[in-house]
T-cell receptor, first 114, second 118 residues
Framework: ETGVTQTPRHLVMGMTNKKSLKCEQH?????MYWYKQSAKKPLELMFV???????ENNSVPSRFSPECPNSSHLFLHLHTLQPEDSALYLC?????????????FGSGTRLTVV | AQSVTQLGSHVSVSEGALVLLRCNYS??????LFWYVQYPNQGLQLLLK??????LVKGINGFEAEFKKSETSFHLTKPSAHMSDAAEYFC????????????????FGQGTILTVHP
């Protein structure tokens, strides 16, 4: 399979649950990103991993915990979330220095916190 | 550093009418410019991009955009809207070849929702 694949596509979780979002890319990229997209808000960059090291963390609450075990996989571990965390979570990948190529996005995980 | 502003969070057109989505940018070095499209509950898909060379670039689905350095703009157009064009469109800018360690890192605009009426 090519491109960027995110699983699950939809997730409903209670505020006391622990769940994980998964992102996988088969493009040979070595940088990966988590974005949060809420209704009526701009795209929010949450985390950036480059060569499997976290290089950016934009003041994201500790209830979101990223993990990048290798350059092809990225996880977002979720625990004790709040209803306002309900959103579309997008994963993207690129070369470490993307240059003129931009990012490739997955289809997202629609998260609902109840 | 770079930033991008999309003028108009919502644009509504009739089917067959011209589509014009506006994007202005600022960049400390010559930029790379991108338009992405997002259909409901989907990720962002690259529509077109400007990196170097010809300032009028053509993308998928009949869209095109023109890089105007003097106006720091990269507006997206399509001569005749189709119902299937209804989506959210994002303009993005990145630092070009002189951007050092930020070479190509994208900054996105706020998005413009395009509605197409029959």
């Amino acid at each position: 399979e090519t491109g960027v694949t995110q699983t699950p596509r939809h997730l409903v979780m209670g505020m006391t649950n622990k769940k994980s979002l998964k992102c996988e890319q088969h493009l040979g990229h070595n940088a990966m990103y988590w974005y949060k997209q809420s209704a009526k808000k701009p795209l929010e960059l949450m985390f950036v991993y480059s060569l499997e090291e976290r290089v950016e963390n934009n003041s994201v609450p500790s209830r979101f915990s990223p993990e990048c075990p290798n350059s092809s996989h990225l996880f977002l571990h979720l625990h004790t979330l709040q209803p306002e965390d309900s959103a579309l979570y997008l994963c993207a990948s690129s070369q470490d220095l993307p240059g003129p190529y931009g990012y490739t996005f997955g289809s997202g995980t629609r998260l609902t916190v109840v | 550093a770079q930033s991008v502003t999309q003028l108009g969070s919502h644009v509504s057109v009739s089917e067959g009418a011209l589509v014009l989505l506006r994007c202005n940018y600022s960049s400390s070095v010559p930029p790379y410019l991108f338009w992405y499209v997002q259909y409901p509950n989907q990720g962002l898909q690259l529509l077109l991009k400007y990196t170097t060379g010809a300032t009028l670039v053509k993308g998928i689905n009949g869209f095109e955009a023109e890089f105007k350095k003097s106006e720091t703009s990269f507006h997206l157009t399509k001569p005749s809207a189709h119902m299937s064009d209804a989506a959210e469109y994002f303009c993005a800018v990145s630092l070009g070849n002189a951007g050092g360690t930020s070479y190509g890192k994208l900054t996105f605009g706020q998005g413009t929702i395009l509605t197409v009426h029959p």
